[in-house]
């Protein structure tokens, strides 16, 4: 299986997705006003939400007074999202517009999920407007809720090979953003770095988000027997654990925010 064969098995089943939605949706929310902010989107703004998932984006940008329009290559995902908003099922390496159409062109946590992220970066130069604003955020290097499972995977010996993927925080690297705006013809703007304590109701909350809501750690996750699968989950809730805060728990997480103008 190849990584964009794992990624399309993942969020075409509906409970992978329904899972996704459920248990990464407050976890995440902290980054969507940045990004939107980040990419200029006020009142009348056309904004493509590439790999769109459950639609907060869109949602958030609508709340703007913004005219979204929700892309992803799941129905299982464009499904649960809000059906007032225009929704277009593709891949974000070829998308089904003309060149200039939106003025806004924005991905929450997309990246990582593309086996062509700059083809992604490309084509959203492609379909934003002259004077049109693109951004995407990544997982930060430094977003320690995100190498918990992976850490604990490798400190108990059972990371197994899977299909090579883009680099997990590849574009969260000092410059890696500016570079590959400058690749797709767009002027870099600055970077930005968001910080906050990810919420979890539970200790186990993290293990769900991945065992159930997550494709390529998933997909690691499942390839274990059920004796190393107990294993791990023991390790990752203990680990959480270490950020109780009363009867919750709060993980460091950072995302990385690259924009670039259209001239």
């Known amino acids: 299986m190849t990584f964009a064969e794992l990624e399309r098995a993942a969020w075409n089943d509906p409970k992978v997705a329904v899972a996704y939605a459920a248990l990464w949706r407050d976890f995440v929310a902290p980054s969507i006003p940045q990004l939107l902010d980040a990419a200029l989107v006020g009142p009348g703004d056309s904004v493509l939400d590439v790999a769109a998932g459950p639609g907060p984006v869109s949602a958030a940008a609508a709340a703007r007074g913004a005219r979204p329009v ?12 809000d059906p007032a908003i225009p929704k277009i099922r593709a891949g974000a390496a070829r998308i089904p517009a003309r060149d200039a159409t939106f003025d806004r062109v924005v991905s929450n946590l997309g990246l990582l999920h593309l ?123 203990r680990r959480v654990e270490s950020f109780r805060e009363g009867d919750r728990y709060a993980v460091p997480t950072t995302v990385v925010i690259g924009r670039g103008r259209r001239p």
């Open 70 to 81: 929700a892309l992803d290559f799941s129905m299982a995902m464009l499904r649960l999202g």
């Open 115 to 237: 086996p062509e992220p700059d083809a992604a970066i490309r084509e959203a130069a492609r379909v934003v407007r002259p004077g049109g604003v693109v951004a995407f955020s990544v997982w930060g290097p430094d977003a320690l809720a995100l190498t918990i499972v992976p850490r604990a995977l490798a400190d108990l010996g059972l990371v197994r090979p899977g299909p090579a993927g883009p680099g997990f925080f590849r574009f969260g690297e000092p410059g890696a953003f500016e570079a590959a705006m400058r690749d797709a013809g767009l002027v870099p703007m600055e970077s930005s770095r968001v910080a906050w304590n990810g919420p979890l109701a539970s200790s186990d909350a993290l293990w769900r988000m991945f065992h159930e809501g997550s494709a390529r750690t998933r997909a690691a996750i499942l390839a274990l027997s059920e004796a190393d699968q107990a294993r791990l989950k023991d390790e990752v809730v």
